[in-house]
T-cell receptor
Framework: AQSVSQHNHHVILSEAASLELGCNYS??????LFWYVQYPGQHLQLLLK??????LVKGIKGFEAEFIKSKFSFNLRKPSVQWSDTAEYFC?????????????FGSGTQLTVLP | EAGVTQSPTHLIKTRGQQATLRCSPI?????VYWYQQALGLGLQFLLW???????NRGNFPPRFSGRQFPNYSSELNVNALELEDSALYLC??????????????FGDGTRLSIL
C-alpha cells in the first residue's frame, strides 16, 4: 500500500527564514504529487501539484517543490517565509492506476512563523 | 464558482447512534471522496464515489457507508457510532471520471463529536 512520510511534525521559523519541508512516498510507479495547506480555521487548499514534466513545480504564494524520482521525494520549499504562512502542510500522493484515485496523505507538518 | 459544501458544520451524537453527513461537490465534478481527519491519525481515505457508484473504500469497517445521488452530491453514513469516530470528516471533489490527473478540492468538513 502507498505510504507518505513527512518527517517534520512541527517546524518553527522566524520571518524571512528559508523553509524546506520533507516528503517521501513509497509507490514506485507513476504518481501524482500534491502539497496542501490548511490555515487555521480554513479548509485544505492546494498549494501545488506535480503530474509530469519539469520536476521543479511552482505553486501559489511563492512556494515550490522538487520531485526527485530516485529519492521518492517531493520536498516543499520557500525562500523567505512570512507570518501568514503559519499553517499545517500536508503532502499527498495519488497512484496512477484507476483504482487508486484517492489521495494518501502524510501526517502533516505544523509550521509556526514567528514575527 | 462555489466550492465544495458540507453540512452540518458540527454534529454531536452519542455512542450507538447513527450519523449522516452531506456533501455537495463543485459544479461539474463527478467524483466525491470522503476522508477522516482524526486527532493523531492524520487524514485517512474513507470512500470514493464516481457517477453514482462506489469506486474504492479505505480500511474502515462496513458501518461506514455512503452513496452518491444523480446530482453528484453524496452522503456519508456512520452506524453504531463509537467514541473513536470523533473526527473531522472532509469531503473532496474532482472533475470527470477518466481525467485522473486532476486535483481534489476540499470542503470545510463536518466535525463529528461522539459523547
Amino acid at each position: 500500500a502507498q505510504s507518505v512520510s513527512q518527517h517534520n511534525h512541527h517546524v518553527i521559523l522566524s520571518e524571512a527564514a528559508s523553509l524546506e519541508l520533507g516528503c517521501n512516498y513509497s509507490y514506485g510507479g507513476t504518481v501524482n504529487l500534491f502539497w496542501y495547506v490548511q490555515y487555521p480555521g480554513q479548509h485544505l487548499q492546494l498549494l501545488l501539484k506535480y503530474f509530469s514534466g519539469d520536476p521543479l513545480v511552482k505553486g501559489i504564494k511563492g512556494f515550490e517543490a522538487e520531485f526527485i524520482k530516485s529519492k521518492f521525494s517531493f520536498n516543499l520549499r520557500k525562500p523567505s517565509v512570512q507570518w501568514s504562512d503559519t499553517a499545517e502542510y500536508f503532502c499527498a500522493v495519488k497512484g496512477g492506476s484507476g483504482s487508486a484515485r484517492q489521495l494518501t496523505f502524510g501526517s502533516g507538518t505544523q509550521l509556526t512563523v514567528l514575527p | 464558482e462555489a466550492g465544495v459544501t458540507q453540512s452540518p458544520t458540527h454534529l454531536i451524537k452519542t455512542r450507538g447512534q447513527q450519523a449522516t453527513l452531506r456533501c455537495s461537490p463543485i459544479s461539474g465534478h463527478t467524483s466525491v471522496y470522503w476522508y477522516q481527519q482524526a486527532l493523531g491519525l492524520g487524514l485517512q481515505f474513507l470512500l470514493w464515489y464516481d457517477e453514482g457508484e462506489e469506486r474504492n473504500r479505505g480500511n474502515f469497517p462496513p458501518r461506514f457507508s455512503g452513496r452518491q445521488f444523480p446530482n453528484y452530491s453524496s452522503e456519508l453514513n456512520v452506524n453504531a457510532l463509537e467514541l473513536e469516530d470523533s473526527a473531522l470528516y472532509l469531503c473532496a471533489s474532482s472533475p470527470l471520471q477518466g481525467r485522473s490527473n486532476q486535483p481534489q478540492h476540499f470542503g470545510d468538513g463536518t466535525r463529528l463529536s461522539i459523547l
